[in-house]
DNA sequence: ATTACTATGTATAAACA
DNA sequence: TTGTTTATACATAGTAA
């Protein structure tokens, strides 16, 4: 999106990468937001830079996205395999 | 972005929420792809519908961000307030 | 490291199949 | 509902400051 157009590969050049790097990043964090908004939906959105930075953004707080995402993981878990919700003893004799 | 402008307010009818979260879900999760690619940054994405369901995308996996996100804000609180990484002992008698 | 410009590529709102 | 179409809005690559 721009003069040209891009392959997704790895930029290799540093300062290109750091470049498309902020300008990527503010491009996802606000379609993040109206996500969230628009679709009465709750976002968590992590990224660490090749540098190491942490950049962060959540609709609701990131403590609530990775609680959820917490629960949910759980949940299927029990989905795919039911049983696995049965204590240990009570599979033993089942 | 599409045949009339909108405004970032959350979308009154069900059919028109559900109809734009599908199609912003992949918008967003490719961008964040593309940054991940692009900008050898590591990325996690966390998105609950309305509805209640779970959709993720992780660069790397989940758990890795969630791990390193733990970490990196432990570190954020020393850099902020360096004295909490002694020993509550040692800050009693600093 | 940001910010500005702007031509161009992309995402998507609305409509409809 | 789930997928096309397509006009339009938006994001951004290349570039310079």
Redesign the interface.
């Known amino acids: 999106m721009g003069r040209g157009k891009?392959v997704?590969?790895?930029?290799d050049n540093s300062t290109s990468?750091?470049v498309?790097?902020s300008k990527?990043?503010n491009?996802?964090f606000k379609?993040?937001?109206?996500?969230g908004?628009?679709?009465?939906?709750?976002?968590?959105?992590?990224?660490?830079?090749?540098t190491g930075r942490?950049y962060?953004y959540a609709s609701s707080s990131?403590k609530s996205?990775?609680d959820?995402?917490g629960r949910?993981?759980e949940e299927?878990q029990l989905v795919a395999n039911p049983n696995s919700e049965l204590k240990y003893e009570a599979k033993l004799f089942k």
Not at 8 to 11: H, S
Not at 31 to 35: F, G, S, V, W
């Open positions: 891009i997704i590969r790895r930029i990468r750091q498309t790097f990527r990043r491009g996802i379609k993040a937001k109206e996500l908004i628009l679709c009465d939906a709750e976002v968590g959105l992590v990224i660490f830079s090749s942490l962060e990131m996205v990775i959820r995402y949910a993981k299927q």
